[in-house]
């Protein structure tokens, strides 16, 4: 830091200076009823020779020190659906995230989740053939603001893990066992499908919500662990969504959407209804 702001020290000093040179020549070479022509040059001269002398001061740094923050301030990123503001503090019931536990009170407990992840899940009566086991801020309460979480996800024989996004975080996934066919899909307008065969010991990466799947087409059982980058990363499954919100979305609407007949969307509607 102190190198560049010598440096831009000097570069400002050396730009008044030619400035001053410039102004005292042009003034000998003018008529005096002339001069009124060099008040816009003046202007630039003064213009660098405050600067010069405000980064002389210890002044100029601490208004940067002042002006810094403000420059990369943003708004928090969501860590649930949505956290609206209360009026009073009788209605406040939820934070962004988790409230803290006292440190003093804190244990390795909280930093310890024991759900015997090695051993496989039974998939059979899943819809999808598979089974997700997260670990994440609400069974491990020590990942409170530290923007990480974990899952496990079974797959029986065809099993799959539907196309679904995470609004709060990006997936890093590797295979443990099995064969999976995995990809997603870019935003409008391109929708562009990136999509990988992975074996055991290979590893794919989904960004943060996009719409993503991944599907066993080996002939047994698959097993993958997955890192996302939010203590909740929060899971939207597009059909479960689409055709199973409470309450339902308006047939019609989504028949234009998909361009398919009324009929059809409410029967998937009837198949997703909780």
């Given at each position: 830091?102190?190198?560049?702001y ?6 400002f ?5 030619l ?16 001069r ?9 001269k ?8 405000a980064m002389k001061?210890?002044s ?6 002042l002006?810094?923050?403000l420059?990369i ?29 006292d ?7 909280d930093f ?9 899940r039974?998939?059979?009566?899943s ?10 801020v ?14 496990r996800?079974?797959y ?12 709060r ?7 443990a066992?099995?064969?999976?066919l ?27 919500g ?20 939010s ?7 597009i ?9 339902p ?15 059809i969307?409410?029967d ?7």
């Amino acid at each position: 830091f102190d190198l560049q702001y010598t440096r831009t020290c000097s570069t400002f000093k050396l730009i008044y200076k030619l400035s001053s040179m410039s102004h005292r020549f042009l003034i000998s070479r003018f008529k005096a009823n002339s001069r009124n022509k060099l008040k816009p040059f003046l202007f630039f001269k003064n213009f660098f020779k405050l600067i010069y002398m405000a980064m002389k001061s210890l002044s100029f740094l601490a208004i940067l020190s002042l002006l810094a923050p403000l420059a990369i301030a943003s708004d928090p990123s969501p860590l649930q659906d949505f956290c609206v503001s209360a009026n009073t503090s009788a209605n406040g019931v939820f934070v962004n995230g988790k409230f803290c536990k006292d440190p003093k009170l804190v244990t390795a407990d909280d930093f310890f989740f024991s759900d015997q992840l090695h051993k496989p899940r039974n998939t059979e009566s899943s819809p999808v053939r598979s089974v997700v086991t997260a670990v994440n801020v609400n069974n491990l309460l020590g990942l409170n603001t530290l923007g990480i979480s974990l899952v496990r996800i079974d797959y029986g024989v065809d099993g799959q893990n539907p196309p679904h996004t995470h609004p709060r975080a990006t997936e890093i996934l590797i295979v443990a066992e099995g064969t999976l066919l995995v990809g997603f899909v870019t935003s409008n307008t391109d929708n562009r499908l990136f999509t990988k065969t992975l074996n055991v010991g290979d590893v794919f990466v989904f960004p943060e919500g996009l719409i993503h799947f991944q599907a066993n087409i080996g002939k047994s059982p698959a097993v993958a662990f997955a890192a996302l980058s939010s203590q909740n990363p929060g899971v939207v499954t597009i059909a479960n969504t689409v055709f199973g919100s409470n309450p339902p979305i308006d047939p019609s609407i989504l028949a234009r959407a998909f361009q398919l007949d009324g009929r059809i969307v409410m029967d998937l509607q009837n198949k997703f209804k909780k």
